[in-house]
């Protein structure tokens, strides 16, 4: 992490804080959406939100000792869960103790006499990429985190669309059979049940199970040294880059289950456009291929000659560059 | 059809048109949403667009000989197919023959000096459901024409949601089984394939025919005179409703496979309020029962408190009133 010489008095910069179940990111970002520095710890999200919100706090405050808190607009919180944008409380984030509901954004307030935003994480990644990344050309799109989960965000006219109560975009909750397997949010059958980190490293564990040979030979296996259980969509992907056969045919396969997913979505919001980001934005060519293709053959008519799969650019910078795009 | 004085000087109405490929409907609204008075006549779809032209224009003729064309607002047409609101054109209604591209709006205007507008026939319907109807409590809805298709709109905020072409609402299309049967869209498993008219009906055909009990004593072989192939939606709901089993189990199952396709679209648009319109919301209110429990089964948790699954109001009358409503 980079020391910086604190700067003039006029203010230049946000903060951005991307809140995960793990760790905390936080940066300071520029009115360009530059990420000049940046900050992470350790969530502790099993502690509950008093140890949460001090943790944010701490990572603030690391921030403003390298960059003059005078200088700063505001600060911005992207959340997962549930989140009420006006009262700034967020509801139920998964794997997080206690949260019932936290007043987020007045406990930070409490601290710093700022302006304090707070958005979905999922709709923050999709502002970051539509205002300074991978859908930075068009006014509408669709944006897929794949990553633990799947999740999203919809960009209409360069605007985030909320929904009702600010869950619109929850791609990975539409299921494409009904009869499919139980998911953990009560259906059947959703896009994250096939295609989730827990579910990919689950069918990729079976199918090695089942072949000695590449379990034991493979590129993939020699990722995870011989321990299946450590198999994540990151060896996955990774294997399948350099070429191991089984990786490869797993993770076009998963293409294919998401682009079942985002045909279905494209025709009921007559949208064109789709940017992928999340974990697996980092993946081969041939994965974003076989998203497109299956999208392509199932498309409404009408869809097909505008449809366009796009890589997001802002990688894993996007929770914290689209969370301080709500201050600027 | 009632005939009428000619009415004062003052605008008092508008004429709605619901483009439909067998029949036109025609009908003066009054700025209330009351269809005054209606008129319908063949579309001759078959004919070519100047016939259609022809057909539509000689609607308008009858009921400006009943209505003074000096009280109109203006005429709101809502067509199948793809239609350019600002161009005014329509391309490729199904079932209509050689329709490229036909500038609808101009050949009206080129009639009638009045203020013409045009838009996709299921919008239009949506639109006078959010007005009019059964969804005008809601600001935000998902309005359903379940008939010889199935399509829909989206209200947000009491407007109609285009989309980026002004398709959206293609719930007809959406995919609740990625190995189900082929849709004519060229998609898969989409619910149309379930529950569309022709679906349906050879479903239910298929039913009978091994169940020769049935097919012989029912309500339902009954209606249709014993003729198999005469089965249309329109019998099966009456049927069901008159307590006929096998046309009971068949609209139940089909409100089932329409509440899987349903859930996937309000997790993706977080919206809670669903009006289904079109020939079934004439349907018993088992079928509407059937819908809401799979959707309430299946949707986001965050969903389930508040969902609601409405008959829409305005009956057959939807389009024309919608149309209308494009003018006032």
Redesign the interface.
């Known amino acids: 992490m980079e020391r910086k010489a604190k700067i003039g008095t006029t203010k230049n910069f946000a903060i951005g804080i991307d809140l995960g179940a793990t760790t905390i990111k936080t940066g300071v970002v520029d009115k360009r959406g530059r990420m000049l520095d940046h900050f992470s710890l350790e969530t502790k999200a099993n502690k509950g939100p008093n140890v949460v919100l001090q943790q944010m706090v701490f990572a603030i405050r690391e921030l403003f000792s390298r960059y003059d808190q005078e200088n700063c607009w505001g600060i911005g919180i992207g959340s997962p869960g549930?989140v009420n944008i006006e009262e700034q409380v967020v509801r139920y984030p998964p794997n997080f103790t206690d949260w019932a509901g936290v007043a987020v954004g007045k406990a930070i307030r409490g601290v710093y006499d700022l302006p304090v935003f707070i958005e979905n994480d999922a709709n923050c990644a999709a502002i970051g990429e539509s205002r300074w990344g991978g859908g930075s050309e068009f006014s509408?799109f669709l944006f897929v985190i794949w990553g633990t989960g799947i999740g999203g965000g919809?960009i209409?006219n360069r605007k985030i669309?909320?929904?009702?109560?600010?869950?619109?975009?929850?791609?990975g909750?539409?299921?494409?059979?009904?009869?499919g397997p139980d998911c953990n949010?009560?259906?059947?059958g959703c896009v994250e049940s096939y295609i989730g980190q827990r579910y990919l490293s689950q069918r990729t564990k079976q199918i090695l199970e089942h072949d000695p040979e590449h379990r034991s030979h493979s590129r993939l296996s020699r990722l995870v040294k011989g321990n299946l259980n450590n198999i994540d969509p990151f060896h996955i992907s990774k294997a399948a880059e350099e070429g191991d056969k089984v990786a490869r045919e797993i993770m076009i396969e998963a293409g294919k289950?998401l682009g079942?997913a985002l045909?279905?979505?494209l025709?009921?919001?007559?949208?064109?456009t789709v940017v992928i980001g999340g974990g697996v934005s980092a993946a081969p060519q041939f994965v974003f291929d076989a998203v497109y293709e299956t999208v392509h053959?199932?498309?409404?008519?009408?869809?097909q000659n505008?449809l366009k799969v796009l890589r997001a650019q802002l990688g894993n910078n996007a929770g914290v560059i689209g969370a301080a795009s709500l201050v600027i």
Do not use: P, Q
């Open positions: 549930n509408d919809i209409l669309h909320r929904g009702v109560f600010g869950g619109a975009g929850e791609i909750h539409i299921s494409i059979d009904y009869n949010c009560g259906g059947r289950f079942y045909a279905s979505a025709n009921v919001l007559d949208l064109h053959g199932r498309v409404l008519k009408t869809h505008n």
